[in-house]
């Protein structure tokens, strides 16, 4: 009798084919459970309510009666706006309160950090005096400013107090006392220089350049959120290591080289996540102008979110409010989109 091969000797488990099912648990459906109702929320309040405020600006609701039907042609409330002599003086004012206000806060704030990060006596103590502004709110701020920069007081009273004016009247010369706020001027005027380029410029209805009285409301912006800027860059200042400081330091580098050649450009990503968030608070201003100055002398301190709250709720033009809400939510995303797009690729 012939013996078994080792193949029949092995049993061979029989192998099945269906995967057992897996008992119901809650828990797969937890997180998406969690997530919906912040999610719904969301879609509501933000996307449709995006999408219905772009539906208004688009629609002959422009007094107090609602009327949603489009107008014809659809694009004539954004043609009625643009073509506003206020509107021009509202981007005007907006692009030059960014810039100036980011200048000064980024500039002041890198300033502060690079002080304190010499570890000076008391830069504890210091640092959250810096701070200190930044927990207040623009309500706050701009009331506090309007009285330092009122004509009648605040600044003018230190010139009279240091004696300042009454120096000047001996001399000849008339008593300081800007208007401040209520200064309609322009400083630097660019049309005619424009006008060179871009002939429609000499004639146009908005003088190009910087409102003297929207130098105050810089003033006021900056003060209260440089002590954001310093904090994101003692941050910043706190992952660059010593070893590559004293490197430079072996190599000859003074503390300027140091600081200008080694520790200011590894702050660059700091410098735009900052310029980042502070731009999309300057392009949305609003409650810091309106307490401080409104819509300031000839529209000098005018900008695109006072406009939308007195189109809206004021003139109970409807459809204006909203275009400008659009136009304010594409400069926003004009900022915000490139930014989060160049983190994903480089994720």
Do not use: C
Not at 139 to 157: D, H, M, Q, S
Not at 213 to 225: N, R
Not at 304 to 310: A, L, M, N, R
Request: aromatic letters at 12%; glycine letters at 6%; zero cysteines.
């Amino acid at each position: 009798m012939a013996e078994p091969s080792i193949a029949e000797t092995i049993a061979v488990p029989e192998v099945n084919q269906q995967r057992p099912r897996k008992p119901f648990s809650i828990q797969r459906f937890l997180p998406p459970l969690i997530v919906l109702p912040s999610m719904a929320a969301i879609i509501t309040f933000v996307y449709l309510f995006i999408l219905f405020t772009i539906w208004v600006s688009l629609s002959r609701w422009g007094s107090v009666h609602m009327d949603l039907r489009l107008r014809e042609p659809w694009w004539a409330t954004y043609e009625q706006m643009f073509s506003m002599t206020r509107w021009h003086a509202n981007l005007r004012n907006i692009l030059v309160f960014t810039i100036l206000f980011l200048a000064a806060s980024l500039g002041g704030g890198l300033t502060l950090a690079l002080f304190l990060d010499r570890r000076l006596l008391g830069h504890s103590v210091f640092r959250n005096i810096f701070l200190f502004p930044y927990a207040l709110s623009f309500i706050v701020t701009g009331i506090a400013w309007r009285w330092i920069f009122n004509p009648e007081t605040g600044i003018n009273l230190l010139f009279d107090g240091l004696g300042l004016n009454h120096l000047l009247v001996s001399m000849g010369g008339q008593p300081l006392k800007p208007g401040w706020t209520t200064d309609p001027s322009i400083l630097w005027s660019l049309n005619e220089t424009l006008g060179h380029v871009f002939p429609g410029l000499k004639t146009y209805s908005v003088q190009l350049g910087i409102p003297m009285a929207l130098i105050p409301v810089v003033v006021a912006a900056a003060w209260q959120l440089t002590g954001f800027a310093m904090a994101m860059y003692i941050a910043g200042l706190a992952t660059i290591s010593n070893e590559l400081r004293e490197a430079a330091r072996i190599d000859g580098a003074t503390e300027l080289r140091v600081y200008t050649k080694v520790v200011i450009p590894l702050l660059n990503p700091v410098t735009v996540s900052t310029a980042i968030i502070l731009g999309h608070v300057s392009l949305k201003i609003f409650d810091l102008i309106f307490a401080m100055t409104g819509t300031g002398p000839g529209f000098a301190t005018d900008v695109p979110g006072i406009f939308v709250f007195e189109m809206t709720f004021r003139a109970m033009r409807n459809n204006l409010g909203a275009a400008a809400s659009v136009v304010m939510l594409a400069l926003v995303a004009s900022i915000i989109v490139p930014y989060l797009w160049r983190n994903m690729r480089s994720r």
